[in-house]
């Protein structure tokens, strides 16, 4: 952020950006990219239903792609870590004690409707969005004190506390609503009405719980800004949904819809051998994912009496076989993952460093002593499927938290007789092949796991109730992480409807740890925080860790071109490619 308050075409966390005020597009788009053509696909929240259009709110299923239809003040830049620059907002002045932020808006913004978009619009969305809309909004804009229109063009935003370093970055990033649409519709109700908004692209057709399309608009009124040149290149984008991956897959190969990215090992080794693969009708491509790989795991509920027990979720750690599902299920395509902050700089190795060591001090006697020695690692098997070592190991820990096996029949019990038994929750037939296993494992140190899979709406809203015991989940964070930490790990979110806290972590040196990294004043103090932070949540052994791939596989119709610099730090589809109606002419012909 700037040292002194002063006008800036954009924003980062750190103060440096790469593109200058006159910049004419961003490094990894085709300015000439043309412009038509659709593509239809499955949306990156996988086998959903949806009922609703209004995506900002904690109530219903929202359908995906909605955020095609809304403008903010600003808008990333995908080859560096955090930066942000003006799209409604022409310019930023952030002043000098980091307390607020003042934006001049464009003149020429509008909405769909043609009525200009005004400060009074941001102030609107900016109020409605912290009192009414999702959680997730009100932890991540609590220190944000308040939003003030000074004029039609002018927009200041107050921030109070000491978490202020990041602030203008999340706001300037707040879709801005029309506060007219609004008037009169209640905003904390799902709707099926077409919203309106300041986007590139409006709903077309959509039938409810089947499709959404949305057709690009040749009115949008920052097409040719310097953010947007070479972007939003399709005239219809389409989100199909399916009851399941397999149906997906089918669904590519049918010709129903143009692009797939493949989430299952076992499909992408062997679900291709089809014709239009191999005369190259359709394609398969592998782009490097440089982002933090986030967390993916069986999430433990914590607010669950049976693992209030750090010792009880350790040795539901050992009895997962990674090096088995990795060799038989995954066909050797992943690694595991050990870390919060997994391909990441952020990742804890070995011992803490003294830099770590000073952060974690005051809040020793809270801390297990193994946060002050080597990093936690899950433990490796020899692949056999049932590793008796690591079992061995889970049942003395289990035994010193309470648990025997009953000489009857063969079943872990506690004090009072109770048999060692909960759910895992599944939203997807792909996830019970990877459960199968472990709850076999489970089984031989005498705890029964019962997998129940519901359909995708209830298991959204058990979710968002935490009404589960364990459940497969996958987080992924920011290269430049900030206050959304506290709705994955925060005490606040722990307690919170909606949030991404799953596990319901409520730890006092985590909620420090956070604060230090939003508060870091250098990518360098950022590191050593949220690597100290990486060795507390690991020492709590909230999950039992699954696996990740440094790479984006992704199958598709060839009918389509890209720029031939990828984003660094974004897969770059579809967001900058474009249809090929050459390409389209030969599939035609074949």
Do not use: C
Not at 206 to 234: C, H, I, M, T
Not at 304 to 332: K, T, Y
Request: aromatic share 12%.
């Amino acid at each position: 952020m700037p040292v002194a308050a002063e006008e800036t075409h954009g924003l980062s966390i750190f103060g440096d950006l790469k593109y200058p005020p006159d910049f004419k597009h961003f490094a990894y788009v085709n300015p000439d990219a043309p412009k038509g053509g659709k593509v239809s696909q499955v949306g990156p929240g996988g086998t959903l239903t949806f009922d609703s259009f209004n995506n900002f709110i904690l109530k219903g299923d929202k359908a995906q792609g909605l955020e095609l239809l809304y403008d903010t003040l600003m808008t990333r830049a995908f080859d560096e870590p955090d930066a942000v620059y003006g799209l409604v907002a022409k310019s930023a002045d952030v002043a000098a004690d980091g307390m607020s932020v003042v934006f001049k808006l464009r003149p020429e913004a509008t909405f769909a409707d043609g009525s200009a978009v005004t400060a009074d619009d941001v102030v609107f969305s900016f109020e409605t969005l912290k009192a009414k809309g999702h959680p997730s909004y009100r932890i991540v804009l609590r220190d944000v004190e308040k939003a003030e229109a000074i004029d039609p063009q002018t927009v200041k935003f107050s921030f109070k506390g000491e978490l202020v370093k990041p602030l203008p970055i999340e706001v300037a990033q707040l879709p801005v609503l029309p506060k007219a649409y609004y008037v009169s519709r209640n905003f904390e109700e799902t709707s099926l009405d077409k919203p309106i908004g300041s986007g590139p692209y409006q709903i077309g057709q959509f039938s409810q719980g089947r499709y959404v399309s949305y057709e690009r608009r040749d009115d949008y009124w920052a097409k040719d800004l310097p953010v947007n040149r070479g972007k939003f290149n399709f005239d219809e984008v389409r989100y199909d949904y399916f009851r399941d991956r397999t149906l997906e897959l089918e669904a590519l190969f049918a010709n129903t819809i143009d692009f797939r990215e493949e989430f299952t090992s076992k499909d992408w080794a062997t679900g291709y051998d089809k014709p239009m693969v191999a005369d190259g009708r359709v394609q398969k491509l592998s782009l490097p994912d440089e982002t933090p790989s986030g967390a993916q795991g069986f999430f433990l509920n914590t607010r669950r009496p049976l693992f209030q027990d750090v010792r009880v979720r350790q040795a539901l750690d050992l009895a997962f076989d990674f090096e088995w599902s990795n060799r038989n299920l995954f066909f050797g395509l992943y690694q595991r993952t050990a870390s919060f902050f997994e391909n990441s700089d952020m990742k804890a190795v070995g011992k803490p460093a003294p830099e770590e060591v000073a952060l974690l001090e005051p809040f020793r006697a809270q801390l297990p002593a193994s946060v002050f020695g080597e990093v936690y690692v899950p433990p490796v098997t020899d692949g056999s499927g049932l590793p008796r070592e690591n079992l061995r190991k889970a049942q003395a820990l289990l035994k010193e938290a309470g648990w025997k096996v009953d000489s009857k029949d063969r079943t872990l019990k506690n004090a009072q007789g109770k048999p060692f038994e909960f759910e895992i929750l599944l939203d997807a037939a792909a996830f019970e092949r990877i459960a199968g296993p472990y709850v076999k494992n489970l089984k031989a140190i005498g705890i029964t796991a019962n997998m129940r899979r519901v359909d995708p709406a209830q298991f959204e809203l058990r979710m968002k109730t935490f009404d589960f015991d364990m459940t497969i989940e996958r987080f992924s964070l920011r290269l430049t992480p900030g206050i959304e930490l506290k709705n994955f790990w925060g005490s606040e979110a722990a307690k919170t409807d909606g949030s991404f806290n799953l596990a319901g972590i409520s730890n006092p040196a985590i909620d420090a740890l956070a604060d230090r990294i939003v508060k870091a004043q250098t990518r360098a103090e950022l590191v050593v925080a949220a690597r100290a932070l990486d060795r507390v949540l690991r020492s709590g052994h909230y999950w039992v860790p699954h696996w990740y791939k440094a790479s984006h596989h992704l199958a598709f119709w060839n009918k389509y071109a890209w720029p031939d610099v990828k984003p660094k730090y974004d897969r770059g589809a579809l967001a900058t490619w474009w249809y090929d109606p050459a390409k389209a002419a030969k599939l035609t012909a074949q």
